[in-house]
């Protein structure tokens, strides 16, 4: 049953471990450790002064009203993506798995969209929903739907949540789809033989020993959601209309680089870095119970 | 064959880096901008012009993305000790690059110890002033310079009855209304929201925005544009966007397309939006001057600037510093500056300049031309419209959006919008009054 590698010396041990250890020493750690004493300054842009303020940033920050909006929408905006994102994935993924003739190349059509850059494809769907200009948004509008989320927050929010998921489906479909193969066709048939129909298999069956591939979807989906939408975000409504759209790193990113306040933009990473390692520890310590390796 | 080629272009670029060394002696002055397209052309081609007009200095232009990555980019580069020796900075980036000392050096020091001939008299006072200190010193060289007018499309203004394009307020309200009727979208629309409905028409007014003549006398400024006029100027924009007469396009100028497609007849944006019209407008159209309020003593004054200027960085070498004085001469000079004005559409600098663009007949063909340098030498600039300085200008005009966002959206009243906008604008300054001042 021990199954463990045994090392003899502690050497080559720690050479082993060194790659990893260095990687997310240089890229983790450090710019972290840089974060959280960035968000006790006050900074002007050309770090000419600089001023050591304890928590003031945090102090600052927990007192606008914004900031407060910016959570709400991080968490709405993030649930919003990562059921969408998985719904479709799953979707996709159980009808590609099928027996039917050209299957391979509608898996390779299914896959493309993740080759897209986000910012791409916020590009592709604002010139479709641009009110005034895009298609789908005179059609909308022709049909009597007041179409604009240049101002209506709402509108705002389904066009970027529209494009994470489109964005995300191809991730989330790849995935899907090797769990599918990867269960045992005799325990289906098995099933089928004892009388269960299609959809009573997929949700006793399949899709409980699917449960690992969705488990780490859902902490992948999560992280997307939470960090990887920046780009979409930007290109597509700024954060606007009324800060409607405006999540926890867009902030980050806005009041960081648009506006220089290296401070106030640092506390806020360092709050974002706790929420993201909070949600994860409540998974693994909760969810994964659900998961049947 | 493919090997020789590659030998021959080897052998070619060695003598080419060979006999390019003895002029090692030219001192190389990087210059970061943010111009695209054809304008980018003709930075490129300022370069060329200065390098081959002398042999001791080389002008590098690069390309550093928009307005706001190029000023990014110069203060990361600063912060890594290696700033470029010219960058160009837009107007509402001045705050920031002036709150820097020592990572700038003033063009009038420059100029002055240089011993370049350098008069401010000689530009346009709307344009100096925007870039002067109080004790009217200059800080920063004019380059690219904008206003903001009103695009107007004729056939649109006779398909819905109205004779003539509106001056004022309440006639560009009255014609967005019939204008509506015809184009059920949108009848008048804007671009650059804040610039336009909160700058410019506190300058075109002559109301503050902010005290100290607004930022430009210190940083102890503090906000006060939630002022009765600018309340009723919104309150009537809001009342408008109930039904699309006025249809908000956003607040960059992303939504300029829907004048050139001919679904809003009245557009308010910059100036330099007219190498666009013309090349994609199908219909007669026009610019006219900002409306005002008839009702206001005095009205209008005179318009501000946008657009963009050359800041000179610190710490550089002696040799540097006369190679920029000498090329910032050779920009100032009066055809270079007919000749930008005519090619870029933006701004001349200079009063010679402009007389002589004048004195040629050129306004006579492009009257929309002349149109904002009408509107910046209406009347000579007051406290309120020399132009504004506010630290973190780039993130407080994001904030002032976001609360005219919610005006129009209804979520706010007009007034709660705009005392939000002044509240959240003044701990933004406060908070760069502190580390400006240290």
């Known amino acids: 049953m021990e199954n463990r590698a045994i090392f003899s010396g502690r050497l080559l041990a720690c050479l082993l471990v060194f790659p990893q250890l260095a990687i997310s020493l240089i890229f983790f750690y450090w710019p972290a450790a840089q974060a959280l004493w960035q968000s006790f300054l006050v900074q002007d842009a050309f770090g000419l002064s600089t001023e050591f303020v304890w928590f003031e940033n945090y102090v600052n920050l927990l007192k606008t009203p914004e900031y407060y909006q910016a959570i709400g929408t991080t968490f709405f905006f993030s649930l919003l993506v990562v059921f969408f994102s998985l719904a479709f994935g799953l979707l996709l993924a159980v009808m590609a798995n099928r027996n039917i003739a050209g299957v391979q190349i509608y898996r390779t059509f299914l896959i493309i969209p993740y080759a897209v850059a986000p910012a791409v494809a916020s590009v592709l769907f604002i010139f479709m929903f641009q009110p005034g200009l895009g298609m789908i948004a005179r059609a909308l509008q022709r049909n009597g739907v007041d179409w604009n989320p240049v101002l209506n927050g709402n509108h705002a929010m389904i066009l970027i949540v529209v494009v994470a998921v489109w964005n995300q489906i191809s991730y989330n479909f790849l995935f899907f789809l090797a769990g599918l193969q990867s269960i045992p066709r005799s325990v289906i048939e098995a099933a089928a033989i004892d009388g269960a ?18 488990f780490f979807l859902i902490i992948v989906n999560i992280t997307y959601a939470f960090f990887n939408t920046l780009g979409i975000i930007d290109t597509a409504t700024e954060g606007g209309p009324n800060g409607s759209t405006a999540t926890l790193v867009y902030k980050v990113f806005l009041d960081g680089k648009a506006g220089s306040d290296l401070g106030g933009s640092a ?15 409540i998974q693994f310590r909760y969810v994964e119970k659900k998961v049947h390796y | 064959m493919a090997l020789r080629h590659f030998g021959a272009a080897a052998a070619v670029a060695l003598t080419v880096g060979m006999t390019a060394s003895p002029a090692l002696a030219v001192t190389e002055i990087q210059w970061w901008h943010a111009m695209t397209g054809p304008n980018n052309d003709v930075v490129v081609k300022l370069a060329n012009d200065f390098n081959a007009s002398q042999s001791d200095y080389k002008i590098v232009p690069t390309f550093k993305g928009s307005y706001a990555d190029t000023l990014n980019a110069g203060i990361a580069a600063f912060r890594a000790g290696n700033a470029p020796g010219i960058m160009q900075v837009f107007e509402v980036g001045t705050a920031t690059m002036m709150a820097a000392k020592g990572a700038i050096k003033p063009v009038s020091d420059l100029m002055k110890e240089q011993g370049e001939k350098f008069d401010p008299q000689s530009y346009l006072p709307a344009i100096t002033g925007y870039y002067s200190t109080a004790k009217g010193e200059m800080l920063s060289f004019p380059f690219n310079s904008s206003s903001m007018v009103m695009w107007v499309n004729l056939d649109a203004l006779k398909k819905a009855g109205i004779d003539a394009p509106p001056k004022t307020w309440p006639e560009v309200f009255a014609d967005a209304k019939k204008l509506h009727a015809t184009s059920p979208t949108c009848g008048f629309s804007s671009s650059w929201i804040t610039w336009g409905l909160i700058e410019q028409f506190s300058a075109w007014h002559n109301i503050p925005i902010g005290t100290k003549a607004n930022g430009l006398d210190g940083f102890d400024t503090v906000l006060e544009f939630n002022n009765p006029l600018e309340t009723k100027l919104l309150e009537n924009l809001v009342e408008l966007q109930k ?49 005002y309020f008839p009702d206001v003593k005095d009205a209008p004054q005179n318009s501000i600037i946008g657009g963009a200027s050359l800041w000179v960085m610190g710490g550089k070498s002696k040799e540097e510093y006369k190679g920029i004085a000498k090329f910032f001469t050779f920009l100032s000079d009066t055809d270079r500056q007919v000749y930008l004005h005519e090619v870029s559409g933006y701004l001349p600098i200079t009063k010679a300049a402009y007389d002589k663009t004048k004195a040629s007949g050129f306004y006579e063909k492009n009257p929309i031309l002349e149109v904002p340098l009408k509107e910046l030498t209406n009347k000579p600039p007051t406290e309120n419209s020399r132009g504004l300085r506010f630290g973190g200008m780039v993130q407080m005009r994001d904030v002032w959006s976001e609360e005219i966002e919610a005006a129009l959206a209804g979520k706010k009243s007009a007034k709660e919008a705009l005392d939000a906008a002044v509240s959240r604008g003044n701990q933004m300054l406060r908070q760069f009054e502190r580390t400006a001042t240290k």
């Open chain 1, 197 to 214: 129909r299609p959809m009573r298999r997929f949700w006793t069956i399949v899709f409980p020993l699917l449960s690992p591939t969705t």
């Open chain 1, 267 to 281: 506390a806020q990473s360092v709050i974002l870095m706790i929420i993201v390692i909070v949600l994860t520890a």
């Open chain 2, 243 to 291: 039904d699309k007469s006025y249809d908000y396009s956003g607040r960059t100028n992303t939504g300029e397309g829907r004048f050139t497609s001919g679904e809003c007849g009245l557009y308010m944006t910059s100036s330099a939006f007219y190498p666009n019209v013309k090349a994609n407008a199908k219909f007669n159209y026009t610019a006219v001057p900002m409306p």
